[in-house]
């Protein structure tokens, strides 16, 4: 927003650009509040902490399915979301202290992932998640454990 109230006082503080807040048509210009979108930034409550997220899951799960992470704010609202296409997956994530959840699923690619894109894969199975509060300037681990036979189980670790 600054910068376009900037880039709009040189404009017109030329002479070159007599006409200058008007439009096209001999109309006044719409004023910036009418064209740019509104902005308002999320507040962010305390210092940033750390999530790492590790996933224990076999090393050829990379070959058959591609994996998500997610983080989630307390609202539900989508904070980040990954695809892996190695294994294991895994993040860590400076975050604003407060209330978090991870969600990690896979989804199938009907044969070599290779080559892939995300609308060719199959639809989300194995999908699991945990609670994760994160603490002003400290550490939180989550270890998602995904055996290639059952389904994942996230948790604190």
Same mark, same amino acid.
């Given at each position: 927003?600054?910068?376009?109230?900037?880039?709009?006082?040189?404009?017109?503080?030329?002479?070159?650009?007599?006409?200058?807040?008007?439009?096209?048509?001999?109309?006044?210009?719409?004023?910036?509040?009418?064209?740019?979108?509104? +902005?308002?930034?999320?507040?962010?409550?305390?210092?940033?902490?750390?999530?790492?997220?590790?996933?224990d899951e076999p090393a050829?799960?990379? /070959?058959?399915?591609?994996?998500?992470?997610?983080?989630?704010?307390?609202?539900?609202?989508?904070?980040?979301?990954?695809?892996?296409?190695?294994?294991?997956?895994?993040?860590?994530? +400076?975050?604003?202290?407060?209330?978090?959840?991870?969600?990690?699923? *896979?989804?199938?690619?009907?044969?070599?992932?290779?080559?892939? &894109?995300?609308?060719?894969?199959?639809?989300?199975?194995?999908?699991?998640? /945990?609670?994760?509060?994160?603490?002003?300037?400290?550490? /939180?681990? *989550?270890?998602? &454990?995904?055996?290639?036979?059952?389904?994942?189980?996230?948790? *604190?670790?």
């Open positions: 927003m600054r910068s376009v109230v900037i880039a709009l006082l040189l404009a017109c503080s030329g002479s070159v650009l007599a006409g200058c807040g008007t439009g096209a048509t001999g109309q006044p210009a719409r004023s910036s509040t009418e064209t740019v979108p509104p +902005h308002t930034p999320e507040v962010v409550e305390g210092g940033p902490g750390t999530l790492n997220v590790k996933v050829d799960r990379a /070959t058959a399915f591609v994996r998500y992470l997610r983080i989630e704010d307390a609202r539900g609202k989508n904070v980040l979301e990954r695809s892996y296409r190695s294994a294991p997956a895994g993040l860590s994530e +400076h975050l604003g202290a407060g209330n978090y959840r991870v969600v990690t699923w *896979i989804r199938p690619c009907g044969g070599a992932c290779e080559g892939k &894109k995300d609308d060719q894969l199959g639809v989300p199975e194995r999908i699991c998640g /945990t609670k994760a509060d994160v603490a002003d300037a400290a550490v /939180t681990e *989550i270890v998602v &454990k995904a055996p290639p036979d059952a389904d994942c189980v996230a948790e *604190i670790g």
